[in-house]
């Protein structure tokens, strides 16, 4: 576990349709790492990062968990972990998100890594943002690198997805470099997978100045690609589903399965 209040990770995203037609895009994202019970000692990491308030790069609380300045991060995250039999003791809780970018910003993923007094990871979230201004949560306990996990799928994220199948989930941290996968599975197999690979940096004004000149466009551009790719498959013939009612139901239990080898080699595939 890192000692910094935050820090930044840079790296790239990737996505590939399979079924009914096969396409595949990528792109380059930056992100941000953040201690929940830390956010004032992050807040004065550099100039050009403040936290619940605007400037270059800024994280705002209400962005994510609850979203209420009523129920803090913390007591959001510990009753997500405890439906997965997770107990923190009363460790760190990193939050590895998309913060906003000149004032804006869309988090389709965030990953929260919940850590017990040891500094061992003891649990993961994977807080899942839709177009629609509606979230879910999907909770797994830590499990090794390499090993997997699936929970049923229990949120609309897309219109060319129905709301079944699964999701299985494949993630490794290992000091300075992160991974994940996440497939979309039904009874056939996979009909979408999409991984991250990024690397950590320090939180400096150099290291976001440099993220800036790169992507300028970093914080809206998020929500313009989600749209041109939806755009692109709709002109491909994507089947369109109807947003339904989000269900009552806002985490879903995300259970191991057994360590393979396939897990490792996929993450290294994409790395």
């Given at each position: ?155 609309h994220v897309s219109p060319f997805w129905s709301v079944d199948g ?9 000091g300075d470099a992160l991974a994940l996968i996440v497939e979309n ?22 290291a976001i100045a440099r993220w800036v000149v790169a992507m300028p ?55």
């Open positions: 576990m890192n000692g910094s209040p935050a820090r930044l990770w840079f790296g790239r995203t990737t996505h590939t349709r399979i079924k009914p037609f096969r396409r595949s895009f990528r792109h380059q994202i930056a992100m941000l790492e953040i201690d929940i019970d830390r956010l004032e000692e992050a807040d004065g990491l550099s100039h050009l990062f403040s936290v619940e308030q605007g400037n270059v790069i800024s994280f705002r609380s209400t962005d994510h968990g609850a979203r209420s300045a009523s129920v803090p991060l913390r007591l959001w995250a510990e009753a997500r972990y405890a439906e997965a039999g997770v107990r923190l003791e009363g460790g760190a809780i990193r939050l590895v998100t998309f913060p906003r970018v000149l004032g804006y910003g869309f988090a389709p993923i965030s990953l929260w890594f919940g850590y017990g007094p040891d500094g061992q990871c003891r649990g993961v979230i994977y807080e899942v943002h839709n177009t629609f201004g509606e979230t879910h949560s999907y909770v797994s306990a830590f499990y090794p690198a390499g090993q997997r996990a699936v929970g049923d799928k229990d949120f699964q999701y299985r989930f494949t993630l490794r941290q290992r599975l039904e009874a056939g197999g996979p009909l979408h997978v999409a991984s991250l690979n990024v690397r950590a940096q320090t939180l400096t004004n150099g466009f970093s914080g809206i551009g998020v929500m313009i690609a989600i749209y041109w790719q939806a755009l692109r498959l709709w002109l491909k013939g994507a089947r369109y589903h109807a947003k339904p009612e989000q269900r009552a139901r806002r985490t879903t239990l995300a259970r191991p399965i057994e360590n393979s080898a396939d897990a490792q080699d996929d993450l290294r595939k994409r790395a």
